[in-house]
């Protein structure tokens, strides 16, 4: 009975922290298109962070419960639900070839950065401030020097107007549901893991990662089916780069934490060499197609399989 308790609230929470994070994410961008952003910047840079907010949010809550190994296998679970299950699904029903242009291929090959970096940082099971610091640099120069060349090209300015009062208000309102959310989605995690006997390893990567990824599925699904490609490309990107150098650098920079790299080496890896081949695929043929997204979905496969 309390363990069907468990599950219940588990769940429960989880529909909770989805449904907030695609409220904060609705609002995210009707603000951005209020204060005149472009369409780029919402993909690569409001929607990547607003879509990787149950992941800051679910890491931080593990943090502050102790649980440094569920941090880390959330965001890692979540890179690699991103790219190989979300857009290998969307690219598998798509009807069409897209197209990639010189950002996205750029922005692809970037995204092995944070992977590799946080590998490195972690190989002495702890991660400090002052890494977590270097990897927020590198989120800033990423996203500062993508907004100063699409200035460049386009000389948007930011207007704040009457019209963006209540859309903020809106954002803040399912900022709040996505903590209360996800510091029950933690709590449970970690009971549930205890009940069964799972390492809080396999509950992030798995469980925890899924449900915080179901923001990008939503809304790269719509962008998908609405002929929108690029912003689902340029979603799933910007969260994966912002999960390791946002997420992780905030993380290690407010507490610094430990981790059992051992457990992570597997996974980490799979990540890295999914990651690769999709860069080096674009790269070379221009498009992202159902080729590459029957690999991506296989590479998932596999990357679940050797969790057990």
């Known amino acids: ?59 931080i809550m593990a943090q502050l419960s102790k649980a440094g190994n569920l941090a880390l296998s959330i965001l890692i679970g979540s890179n690699v ?20 242009s010189q950002e996205e291929v750029f922005s692809s090959f970037f995204s092995l950065l944070p992977l590799l970096m946080i590998l490195l940082f972690a190989w002495n099971g702890y991660v400090s401030r002052v890494e977590g610091l270097f990897l927020l640099s590198f989120f ?19 207007h704040f107007g009457k019209n963006s009062i209540i859309p903020l208000l809106l954002v803040v309102f399912g900022i709040i549901g996505i903590v ?37 599925l939503f809304s790269s699904v719509a962008a998908s089916i609405k002929g929108r490609n690029g912003i689902a490309v340029g979603n799933i990107l ?23 790299i051992g457990s992570f080496l597997i996974p980490i890896s799979i990540a890295i060499l999914a990651t690769a081949i999709f860069s080096v695929y674009i790269y070379k043929f221009k498009v992202v197609d159902r080729r590459i997204a029957f690999f991506l979905i296989t590479m998932y496969i596999i990357f679940v399989v050797s969790l057990f």
């Open 238 to 260: 910007g969260s994966n780069i912002a999960n390791i150098f946002l997420v992780a650098g905030l993380i290690a920079l407010l507490f610094s934490f430990s981790v059992s």
């Open 140 to 158: 800033i120069i990423y996203h500062g020097y993508n907004y100063i060349h699409h200035y460049n090209k386009t000389k948007q300015h930011i």
């Open 81 to 100: 639900a991103n790219l190989c299950l979300i857009l290998g699904l969307v690219f598998i029903f798509s009807k069409k070839k897209y197209k990639v």
């Open 1 to 59: 009975m309390e363990l069907l308790l468990l599950i219940t609230f588990f769940a429960l929470s989880m529909i909770a922290l989805i449904l907030s994070s695609d409220f904060t994410v609705k609002f995210l961008s009707k603000l951005a298109e209020n204060i005149k952003l472009s369409p780029f910047v919402v993909s690569a840079f409001v929607l990547a962070i607003g879509t990787s907010l149950p992941e800051l949010s679910s890491a």
């Open 180 to 216: 209360l959310s996800s510091r029950f989605v933690v709590s449970y995690s970690i009971s549930i893991a205890q009940t069964f006997g799972l390492s809080e390893i396999i509950i992030g990567i798995l469980l925890i990662a899924f449900g915080t990824s179901v923001p990008e």
